[in-house]
């Protein structure tokens, strides 16, 4: 059988692909094991500085494997605390940039774990689908948190509600992802611009995600609080003296990304 997950590990970067492609990459538990750990690695990695996430075949992911799941509740409230919600926030919590190249369909789970990314660009022939109310099920995986915030009230509502599929463009025009790229030069345009990241500055780049994801509850004054003690920790580390070096001097910058 082949492995679930593709780990490639290039200069300064590593992809992970989602490799049940006969299966449009739905989630197992030995998918969700495999990508754990990947990210583990990958964060505790100082030579990796930047990810990208992808799908193997014609799809990014259709969420969890309906076939292998079963209906008893206890199985699902399990893989939500075990696998889903830990997934979500090992994305969240990495300490520099993760990039997905939605290749094709994410549905379900699939969906909101893109989401979830940094910086999300998709192929035009994408879909993104909250699939979950087709099954009598809530969006997980941080679909309710994630959707009003990215497209607003109206449309999450409606999302959610109706399960509709929103194309790459739509979700581009919506603010619900980065951009959406032809097909053909998706992975491309994703493998330069986390080959860009890698070589940016890590440290400074893991600061500005914990500001970003600090902001979604907190008051301006809490932010602006937040914002002064991250800056000062930045100013302190190496990388912010070389920016400044590159700068006046007319040169690229050659950040080592440490703290
Ligand atoms: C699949 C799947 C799939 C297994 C396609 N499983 N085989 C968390 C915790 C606990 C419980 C439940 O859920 C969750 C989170 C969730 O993610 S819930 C939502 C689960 N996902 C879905 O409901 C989406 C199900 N899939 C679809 O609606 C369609 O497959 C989409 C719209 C994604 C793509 O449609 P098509 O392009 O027409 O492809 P297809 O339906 O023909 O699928 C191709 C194959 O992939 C097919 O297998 P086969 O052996 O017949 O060729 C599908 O059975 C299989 N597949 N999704 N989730």
Redesign the pocket.
Known sequence: MSEPLLVEVGEGWRKLTLNRP???N??TVELHRALAAALDEAAADPSCRALLLTGAG??FC????????GTDPA??RD??TE??NPLIRRIRAMPKPVVCAVNG?A????ANVALACDIVLAGKRA?F?Q??A??A?VP??GGTWFLPRLVGEARARALALTGE?VSAEQAESWGMIWRAVDDAALMEEAGRLVASLATGPTAALGLIKQALEASADNTLEGQLALEAKLQRQASEMPDYAEGVAAFTQKRPARFTGQA
Request: aromatic letters at 8%; proline letters at 0%; hydrophobic letters at 55%.
């Open positions: 006969d299966k449009l739905a989630f014609r799809a259709a969420g969890q494997d309906l076939e292998s799941i199985g699902v893989l939500l696998h889903y369909v549905a379900g789970a699939g879909k689908i699939a979950f087709k099954i099920l997980d995986s599929a």
